[in-house]
């Protein structure tokens, strides 16, 4: 498998009005109806997703193998969050991803995400034990 190359800097930006749906009642991880901390992390996942998705030529992927969330401010349903992921580091096939998830100027979260740069065929087949 020939790796693409990723430099530190790459980035994207992708956003998420909240719902009902993504509150932590409806999770199911909390009681109160604000953006939940599950829904914070898959929003930074999907940042660091499409901050790759240019680079990756057919047959590789990259999976999350690392995560840490600072959930720092409540986002009631309604606002719009944005999440901002940009590369801060390339080890082999490790990359480092921080994000950063606003809600206006207000830091909603801060998130540091591992992906791992992986033959994606070869991942599923081991996947589903072939």
Same mark, same amino acid.
């Given at each position: 498998?020939?790796?693409?190359?990723?430099?530190?800097?790459?980035? #994207?930006?992708?956003?998420? &009005?909240? &719902?009902?749906?993504?509150?932590?009642?409806?999770?199911?991880?909390?009681?109160?109806?604000?953006?939940?901390?599950?829904?914070?992390?898959?929003?930074?996942?999907? #940042?660091?997703?499409?901050?790759?998705?240019?680079?990756?030529? $057919? +047959?590789? &992927?990259?999976? +999350?193998? =690392?995560?840490?969330?600072?959930?720092?401010?409540? &986002?009631?349903?309604?606002?719009?969050?944005?999440?901002? #992921?940009?590369?801060? $580091?390339?080890?082999?096939?490790?990359?480092?991803?921080?994000?950063?998830?606003?809600?206006?100027?207000?830091?909603?979260?801060?998130?540091?995400?591992? =992906?791992?740069?992986?033959?994606?065929? =070869?991942?599923?087949? =081991?996947?589903? $034990?072939?």
């Amino acid at each position: 498998m020939e790796l693409p190359e990723f430099a530190p800097g790459l980035n #994207a930006r992708v956003e998420l &009005t909240v &719902t009902d749906a993504d509150t932590a009642q409806s999770i199911g991880s909390g009681d109160v109806p604000v953006l939940a901390t599950p829904r914070v992390l898959a929003l930074a996942e999907a #940042a660091t997703v499409a901050a790759t998705a240019r680079q990756i030529p $057919g +047959g590789i &992927t990259t999976v +999350g193998t =690392r995560a840490t969330v600072e959930h720092r401010a409540p &986002t009631p349903v309604g606002r719009k969050v944005l999440a901002h #992921a940009r590369l801060v $580091g390339v080890d082999g096939r490790k990359l480092l991803f921080h994000v950063e998830v606003r809600d206006g100027e207000t830091v909603v979260a801060e998130v540091h995400v591992e =992906r791992t740069v992986l033959d994606r065929t =070869r991942f599923i087949a =081991r996947a589903l $034990g072939d």
